[in-house]
Antibody, heavy 117, light 112 residues
């Protein structure tokens, strides 16, 4: 079955970059783009961007331009999302989700990222 | 950019029908499909409605979606409410001009 498995929780000090992985299985990886979404504690869902898994092209939400980098490794069917110089307000659960015609299905299980000094 | 506005909370009794609205601030609601996601505490979201009114396999037919151009809004209706339907629900669409995804702020559904 289609499955997205994300890396484990991270605790980082402000300024130390954090990288989250999302490994896909059960389908042809390069045939679907991948989204990243985050959810701060007690808050709603926030779209971060999307990566074209075949070509590697990315589109980022305006808010994250210059701070977030999305990459992929087609040999392992894995996408990565890195936040550079994270701040305490980047503390959130980060999700990957497969793109099917601008909808999200399925979602990864989520990765808790905590940024604290 | 447009904004999708949802009520903060909706409360209804078991067996009754609950409706959650999602109003688009500018541009036509019919311009881009609307999806609805259910998120239970501590879990990732799952799709309950896609492309305005389609249900993924495994989602009960108690869940239905619609779009109303006159109010420029989409709605998620859950009939025959069960306690297991208690969750946060998010609408989502796409901005064709900015190429960005837009989420509504979410609605907490309480079934009591």
């Amino acid at each position: 079955q289609v499955q997205l498995v994300q890396s484990g929780a991270e605790v980082k000090k402000p300024g130390a970059s954090v990288k989250v992985s999302c490994k896909a299985s059960g389908y042809t990886f390069i045939n679907y783009h991948m989204y990243w979404v985050r959810q701060a504690p007690g808050q709603g869902l926030e779209w971060m961007g999307i990566i074209n898994t075949r070509e590697g092209y990315t589109t980022y939400a305006q808010k994250f331009l210059g701070r977030v980098t999305m990459t992929r490794d087609t040999s392992t069917s894995t996408v990565y999302m890195e936040v550079s110089s994270p701040r305490p307000d980047d503390t959130a659960v980060y999700y990957c989700a497969r793109d099917i015609n601008n909808r999200f299905d399925p979602w990864g299980q989520g990765t808790q990222v905590t940024v604290s000094s | 950019n447009f904004v999708l506005t949802q009520p903060h909370s909706v409360s209804e009794s078991p067996g009754k029908t609950a409706t959650i609205s999602c109003t688009r601030s500018s541009g036509s609601i019919a311009s881009n499909y609307v999806q609805w996601y259910q998120q239970r505490p501590g879990s990732a979201p799952t799709t309950v409605i896609y492309e305005d009114h389609h249900r993924p396999s495994g989602v009960p037919d108690r869940f239905s979606g619609s779009v109303d151009s006159s109010s420029n809004s989409a709605s998620l209706t859950i009939s025959g409410l069960k306690t297991e339907d208690e969750a946060d629900y998010y609408c989502q669409s796409y901005d064709s001009f900015t190429h960005e995804v837009v989420f509504g702020g979410g609605t907490k559904l309480t079934v009591l």
